[in-house]
């Protein structure tokens, strides 16, 4: 299998943080990485988190004058590999609460709905509803109430 990836990606497969959920460790195929926590540590994540000017436009989308990085989260999956992310609500993972609260999400690769694009409930921040976080392994953390 041919394996070309974006130059960012293939350090993180290759050596992945202590975050790591990775569906096929060290597979050439039918892998799914996500990795987390990478800008204390990596200098291009770092680099980008601080001057891209992603964070201005978080600030200008919640209408603050500053934004902070409280998380970032990389995903990496090998083409035609059928794992699929769950669908989740972002804030229930946070460890606290607020109206000025932005996810910034950037695709490195060309992405649309077949090929692994996000997608959004419409409407559904409106609902007052919070689900319980999904874990790894793919229980559910009962730790927080609904």
């Not at 350090?11 to 996500?34: C, I, Y």
């Not at 291009?44 to 989260?73: K, P, W």
């Not at 990496?76 to 609260?101: M, R, S």
Request: hydrophobic letters at 35%.
């Amino acid at each position: 299998m041919d394996r070309t990836h974006d130059q960012g990606h293939d350090p993180q497969l290759a050596s992945p943080s202590v975050w790591v959920h990775d569906t096929n460790p060290g597979g050439n195929q039918e892998r799914f990485l996500h990795d987390r926590y990478l800008w204390p540590t990596n200098t291009d994540f770092r680099e980008f988190a601080f001057n891209s000017g992603v964070a201005e436009l978080a600030a200008q989308a919640m209408g603050s004058s500053s934004a902070r990085i409280y998380f970032d989260h990389v995903f990496v999956k090998e083409p035609n590999t059928p794992e699929e992310f769950f669908w989740h609500q972002d804030l229930p993972y946070w460890p606290f609460k607020g109206e000025q609260i932005c996810s910034v999400w950037l695709s490195l690769t060309d992405a649309d709905l077949k090929s692994s694009g996000l997608e959004f409930v419409r409407g559904s921040h409106n609902w007052d509803k919070w689900f319980r976080p999904v874990l790894p392994d793919g229980g559910e953390d009962t730790s927080q109430a609904e």
